[in-house]
């Protein structure tokens, strides 16, 4: 059988924009070598998770998404790929036997890993092209955002993370492939670009930085809007804070927190101070208040007292966060962290977490209050039977708006006129159409 016989494919993604990138460029590749991405794993030819393994909570979610593919009747080819695939890889290959365990470096090969297994052939890893930016730009992908892959791994070894393990050194894509794959993008349809990598801020092709990098994307002369992902607070310098003011560029950044207590910033082997990472928050706001600081923060960290989780609380209050992603945090073997011995326990690491996620739902409702009486300009991303368009504003903030014309990947300005707070940790911004 040849791969152009096989139709249907499913995929599964865990963890972070990275791996979604991976997956829309491989359903996009699959779809034109004549595939049909279906949703449900059961009827699948083919059927890839594209796994997590961040926190113990990703491997388990990650284990949990093989297992469902498998107990609803899959009985196409299984491929296990991404982050977990590289870190438990023989563990999954004896737990499952007739699945194909493929690393991530290898994860751009998969299409000719199923041609071949539909030819009935077997490709050596050894002899699979692999690469971690041989990616097509993808036409067809799981969301209204394109996303783009800039950067892969990372050299901090912060003491906590796996990632630098399983992503390896750190790599940063050659610019034209960079500037190539946002034009064809745009060229597909998308209106907004997501650059996406593990440690994106210290991009560098052959000396040109990240910033250099973010001003050659957008004098790109075709209209889109820019989303810089999940990004390290180190290595920022005066031309970075000057393309942020650029008008394609979206007025929101995830900056990696983790914690508000110096010491701890200090044992996980930060690049910052909390103080410089005030600076770097109150330097963006001084040119644009509402600018969007979105933040991870771990809790529960080894040695994390009171004080220093009162420090978190405290930091998450002052820097006025749009939203923050608390996680409890995890030991994973083979990190530096793994060793040390002042143990949280896990009942303090739950309690600090829903006290966290209360100050953070607080930061976050007093944040977007703020746009009551503004306006934003929303890309729609999906329409509902009674009506209401839904999508998020340049400061990604969700908003909602009535309107039976609005249309998926459309922009529409909107002057917001309340707050829905119905959902408590995600209130939802309600405007109409200015
Ligand atoms: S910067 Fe730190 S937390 Fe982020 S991927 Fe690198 S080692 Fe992990």
Redesign the pocket.
């Known amino acids: 059988m040849s791969i152009e016989a096989v139709k249907k494919i499913g995929f599964k993604t865990l963890g972070c924009r990275l791996n979604q990138f991976e997956t829309d460029a491989l359903a996009s590749k699959f779809v034109n070598h004549g595939f049909k991405v279906v949703e449900d794993s059961k009827n699948t030819d083919v059927f890839i998770v594209n796994t997590c393994t961040?926190t113990n909570q990703s491997d388990q979610k990650s284990r949990y998404a093989i297992n469902q593919a498998i107990k609803k009747g899959h009985e196409g080819m299984l491929i296990i790929t991404g982050c977990m695939a590289n870190h438990h890889k023989e563990a999954l290959e004896a737990q499952y036997p007739n699945a194909y365990v493929i690393d991530n470096n290898l994860k751009s090969s998969i299409p000719e890993l199923v041609s071949a297994h539909f030819n009935k052939e077997i490709i050596p890893s050894g002899q699979m092209t692999g690469g971690v930016f041989n990616f097509d730009p993808a036409s067809e992908t799981f969301h209204t955002r394109s996303m783009v892959k800039i950067q892969d791994?990372?050299?901090?070894?912060?003491t906590?993370?796996?990632?630098?393990r399983v992503?390896g050194r750190?790599v940063s894509r050659p610019v034209n492939d960079i500037l190539e794959n946002i034009q064809q993008v745009v060229a597909f349809g998308y209106k907004e670009v997501v650059i996406t990598g593990?440690?994106i801020s210290r991009y560098n092709d052959n000396g040109l930085n990240f910033s250099q990098l973010i001003r050659k994307i957008v004098e790109l002369p075709i209209e889109f809007r820019l989303r810089i992902s999940s990004i390290?607070p180190?290595g920022f310098d005066d031309d970075f804070f000057e393309a942020l003011k650029h008008p394609k560029v979206t007025p929101h950044l995830h900056l990696?927190l983790?914690s508000g207590s110096e010491q701890i910033l200090l044992q996980?082997?930060?690049?910052y101070t909390l103080k410089a990472y005030k600076a770097i928050v109150e330097k963006v706001r001084s040119f644009n208040p509402l600018f969007n600081i979105t933040s991870d923060v771990i809790v529960g960290f080894p040695g994390e007292s009171e004080a220093d989780f009162q420090d978190s609380l405290d930091a998450v209050t002052e820097l006025k966060f749009g939203h923050v992603h608390t996680f409890k945090y995890s030991k994973r073997e083979e990190t530096r962290a793994a060793r040390m011995t002042s143990v949280v326990p896990e009942k303090v690491k739950t309690n600090r977490s829903k006290q966290l996620r209360e100050v953070a739902d607080l930061a976050k409702l007093n944040y977007r209050k703020q746009f009551i009486g503004l306006q934003q300009t929303v890309l729609v991303e999906s329409m509902d039977e009674d009506g209401w368009a839904k999508g998020y504003g340049e400061h990604y903030v969700p908003v909602k708006f009535k309107s039976d014309t609005a249309q998926k990947n459309t922009f529409h300005v909107i002057h917001i006129e309340d707050i829905d707070t119905s959902q408590e940790d995600e209130p939802v911004l309600i405007g109409k159409l200015a």
Do not use: S
């Open positions: 961040i791994g990372c050299d901090n070894f912060c906590y993370c796996i990632i630098p992503r750190a593990v440690n390290e180190d990696c983790q996980m082997r930060r690049m």
